[in-house]
């Protein structure tokens, strides 16, 4: 099994691009569609699968100016 990396909180906005090995950071893995299927092999694959099955995308999603945080982080909260 991959080990999660900590999110950084800051998500790239409209024109930019998501780093490669961080783009797995958005996703869900407690999902039973994330359990059954595959380690996406690329953003590409883990975006259209996302697409495909919106339960995948970690929530909460909180947005503060530039900040952004994908799931629940009391800590992360906090410094916002």
């Known amino acids: 099994m991959q080990e999660r990396q ?3 909180g800051e998500v790239p906005r409209r024109g930019q691009d998501v780093d490669a090995e961080r783009f797995l950071e ?4 407690r999902s039973p569609v994330w359990k059954e299927r595959p380690l996406p092999k690329s953003k590409k694959e883990a975006i259209d699968l996302m697409m495909e099955n919106p ?5 909460p999603i ?6 952004t945080i994908f799931g629940f982080d009391k800590d992360q909260y906090g410094e916002l």
């Open 55 to 59: 339960n995948l995308i970690r929530r």
């Open 26 to 29: 958005f996703v869900s893995t």
């Open 6 to 8: 900590k999110f950084s």
């Open 62 to 67: 909180l947005i503060k100016g530039a900040k």
